[in-house]
């Protein structure tokens, strides 16, 4: 099954509204990143994350290692906070540096 | 610090022929990751380097992928007889260390097949 499981997988707000995007993990983590993808492809690093809580800006992400999950919440959404956004995680054990997508959530904040 | 570089930005080869992708690491940093992103089957990971040293190559498909790391400074990822199947967003990846580490990004190659 999948390592990743990201929800919702689409989400329309209008701008101003909160968002809760979150992430849950079927194996132990070392560590995990939210990223946001931008319309032509290109990743961006929004939050490290590998416990606890992080805030920049707008955006708050909180990763609970015990419970293999993690959210990332947007605040007070705009129009340009629309786009893909991922998470992925690292493996605990051995040499797992690789990341592990999920499937990502699709935002669309309107006017 | 310019970033993570990858070129070519868009590739597009006829069936058969070979792709060579390119990628720049940030100046220092050890380890370079490569991944290819699909709409079926998303972001997954392909091989990654460690001080130049292959260390993992369990995402690579069997035949015709291949990748190197001739010097810290670049890593290049090359499709032999490309197929339509191949066409993605190839994305390279750097950090500081291995594991526990963050990852940065490089805008991409998005190559097609026809």
């Known amino acids: 099954g999948q390592q990743v499981q990201q929800s919702p997988a689409s989400l329309v707000l209008q701008e101003g509204e909160n968002a809760e995007l979150q992430c849950n993990f079927s194996t132990s983590l070392n560590s995990m990143q939210w990223f946001y993808q931008r319309p032509e492809g290109s990743l961006v690093s929004l939050f490290y994350n590998p416990s606890g809580t992080k805030q920049s800006g707008r955006l708050t992400s909180t990763t609970v290692i015990k419970e293999r999950r993690s959210s990332l919440h947007i605040s007070s959404s705009q129009i340009t906070d629309s786009g893909t956004y991922l998470c992925a995680m690292e493996r605990s054990g051995g040499s797992n540096a690789k990341l592990t997508f999920g499937k990502g959530t699709k935002l669309s904040v309107k006017s | 610090n310019a970033g993570v570089i990858q070129t070519p930005r868009h590739k597009v080869t006829g069936k058969g022929q070979e792709a060579t992708l390119w990628c720049e690491p940030i100046s220092g940093h050890s380890a370079v990751f490569w991944y290819r992103q699909t709409i079926v089957q998303g972001l997954e990971f392909l091989t990654y380097?460690?001080?130049?040293?292959?260390?993992?190559d369990s995402g690579m498909p069997k035949e015709r992928f291949s990748a190197q790391m001739p010097n810290q400074s670049h890593s290049t990822l090359k499709i032999q007889s490309t197929q339509p199947q191949d066409s993605a967003v190839y994305l390279c990846a750097s950090s500081d260390r291995l594991g526990g580490a963050e990852q940065f990004f490089g805008p991409g190659t998005r190559l097609t097949v026809l």
């Open positions: 380097f460690r001080n130049q040293a292959p260390i993992d």
